[in-house]
């Protein structure tokens, strides 16, 4: 079975190209000029991506999106500070997790997961509250694929005077994001969602301000942001060794990117979504509705069939006959499950999808009507 690619349908990791793939048979010294070379290419693609040449500067790391996320709230976030973290998703309660682990006194609003984050509440809390010194959030909550309001969030941020630390995991290489537009502070994504590349590298996009920042507050060699930065600017190394062939993988995966262009991308998600919402239609529909709805992924509900863990391993299991692979977590608060729209999916795995569903679902409420049926007769009996 290990020799056998398996159709990936999960929101990250993803199916990836031969073309990426193929970046990884090549042994390199991570010290060696050619590899200085590839790091500095990937790290001013990334910039060019979000426009931010002669503002901002791209960090990578080694580790996945969460090391990311980590490495910046531990960076630019100081113990003294007093950080709101907006939530809809577990993405975000997984910040603020963080930044309590660090001790810091952190400050949270909550709207249900099915909810974009409210610009009015938020705006309200700020005006209340004028010792926030962040807003942290996640552009789009991949919890349920909800797109949060980015650039209203990070322009009323800049309003009240506080820094913005914003995941943008997945939502990076399929959303337009442009640090013109949006003057974020720090953004985080990771080469294994919208980049198209494999896991193991993330990425700290920070203003040269906040990086120009002095800070005593460091207690962390590893997730320490600066330092690599100060480190890849001076000699163009890692501080210590990163994952050579993961990195040179992503940067064909930002290359590949950057041909093809953000918009393009997010269109090409879009019609992949369309394709599974109207293969799923007969049996599960959307969560959320169409106008909060992100391209990168889809949360479904199918209220008669799927309501607790259970049903969604049974799902699951009926899948991996077809060798469809989707996302193996009930949502238990939406009682949804997802299904990622990253990666050019063959149009073959949305049929093989359709083929499958219908046989799951026709099957199962044949089962379900039979044994109704046959309790009624029963009870007929008893009467
Ligand atoms: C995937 C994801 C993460 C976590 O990334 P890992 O690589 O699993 O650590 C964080 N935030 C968002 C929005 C994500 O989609």
Known sequence: MSGQHRF????????????????????????????????????????????????YSAIPMQGGGSYGIEAALTSFVAPSDRPLVCINGIYAERMLKMLQLRGVHAVSITVPCDQPLSISQIDGYLEKNSKITHLCFVHCETTTG????????????????????????????????????????????????????????????????????NVEHMNSFVLDVRDLWNSFEKSGEWRSTP??????????????????????????????RDAFIRASAPYASPLLNAQIRSVVCLALTAPDAIRAQKDLDALYAHLVDYNLYIYTKLHSPTHSFRIGCMRRIDPMWIRLLAIAFQDFFDVNRNVRRHLSASKNRFVEKAL
């Open 146 to 213: 909800v797109i949060n309001p980015l650039e209203q969030i990070v322009e009323l941020a800049k309003q009240h005077g506080v820094r913005t630390i914003v995941d943008a995991i997945s939502s990076f290489g399929a959303v337009e994001i442009s640090a013109k537009k949006v003057e974020f502070d720090v953004l985080v994504t990771s080469s294994n969602k919208c980049i198209e590349g494999p896991p193991g590298v993330s990425f700290a996009i920070a203003s040269l301000e906040m990086l120009n920042i």
């Open 8 to 55: 990936l349908l999960t929101p990250g990791p993803l199916a990836l190209s031969d073309e990426v793939k193929a970046q990884m048979q090549y042994d390199m010294g991570s010290r060696d000029a050619s590899f200085k070379t590839i790091t500095a290419q990937m790290r001013d693609l990334i910039i060019d991506l979000v426009e931010g040449n002669g503002a």
């Open 243 to 272: 994952p050579i062939h993961v990195v040179q993988a992503c940067a064909k995966a930002l290359e590949r990117l950057t041909i093809a262009g953000v918009f393009r991308r997010g269109e090409r998600y879009r019609s992949v």
